[in-house]
């Protein structure tokens, strides 16, 4: 069955980005010129995805107003002459079918996915964490699909990453299929660098197979409540072979302000508008101290 649908859950606090995010989402911060959720939509278009379901919060209209039409706005681009960005914001408001469904509660992960079952219904489909962006000639998420239309399976991204850095990650046990796809044998939440199974991390994109769902209903909240998809997951793979694929491109961590600053400097350098130029503004700045 074909990837129509994906899933983006935008539902959390972005408390690392405090106080910018205090009075708006940070999956609305800007990277140069566009926000983040924005980049993460036009992955999942470019990657053949029909519907776009998006799991938010309280606070999270901002959002929302930004994928609708805003006829005062194109009214004054219109008297003014400014074509080129006339089109532009009548593009993003064109850009896909997105509905939206609210997380009442932060429960975790796996409690956002949920909330969109009823919209997903029981087919396939996509799942972004906007925190992580994927810089790519392909988009990351069409490697995916990729892989899933062989196998016809939940599949996974991962990415190597640093020993010390595994208990940031899910990591899985793998075993290779061919080049860059393994079939996981198991997942472990967060383990130590000598638990760890693998250097091989899961990161923000995901294809499954409508059985979550009820996986959801298998596993018991953490220590704070918490629903995780990693938890669902092992459920779903004593049921269902999953897979992972390691993913061609550059991952970004827009979730905490380093990857932020990252992203955002490496993003203007490709762009031809502004890249030249910033690129000789940064070769002036003496930054050897």
């Given amino acids: 069955m074909k990837i129509r649908k994906a899933v983006i859950t935008a539902a959390g ?21 566009k926000p983040i959720i924005q980049y993460v939509i036009e ?11 998006m799991v938010t ?48 509660e932060q429960l975790g992960l796996g409690h956002a996915v949920s909330m969109a079952k009823d919209l997903v219904g029981n087919e396939p489909f996509a799942l ?31 990415e190597p990453v640093p020993s010390e850095k595994t208990s940031a990650y899910g990591i899985i046990n793998p ?5 860059r796809v393994f079939q996981v044998m198991d997942l472990i939440e967060k383990p130590s660098p ?23 209903d298998n596993v018991a909240p ?28 550059i991952r970004y961590d827009t979730g905490e302000p380093l990857g932020f600053l990252k992203a955002s400097i490496e993003y203007a350098l490709k762009r031809p508008d502004l890249g030249p130029a910033f690129k000789q503004y940064l070769q002036q700045l003496d930054i050897t101290d």
């Fill in 57 to 104: 919060a309280l606070g999270k209209h901002a959002m929302e107003n930004h994928f609708d039409r805003s006829f005062e706005l194109e009214d004054v681009l219109k008297r003014k002459g400014d074509d080129k960005r006339l089109e532009e914001v009548q593009r993003i408001s064109d850009i896909a079918r997105i509905c939206y469904v609210r997380q009442k």
């Fill in 128 to 158: 972004f964490l906007p925190d992580d962006l994927i810089a790519s000639e392909v988009p990351a998420m069409r490697q995916m699909i990729g892989v899933y239309d062989r196998y016809e399976s939940s599949v996974i991204a991962v």
């Fill in 222 to 249: 953490g220590a704070i409540g918490e629903i995780q998809l990693t938890d669902a997951l092992r459920v779903l793979l004593k049921h269902q072979v999953i897979y992972a694929y390691q993913f061609e491109g």
């Fill in 175 to 179: 075993k290779q299929i061919e080049e």
């Fill in 13 to 33: 606090w972005g408390t690392r980005f405090l106080p910018a995010t205090k009075s708006q989402p940070k999956e609305m911060l800007p990277l140069v010129d």
């Fill in 194 to 216: 000598e638990k760890a199974p693998s250097n091989l991390g899961i990161v923000g994109r995901y294809i499954l197979m409508p059985d979550i769902f009820d996986m959801f």
């Fill in 43 to 53: 992955e999942a278009v470019d990657s053949g995805i029909e519907h776009i379901i």
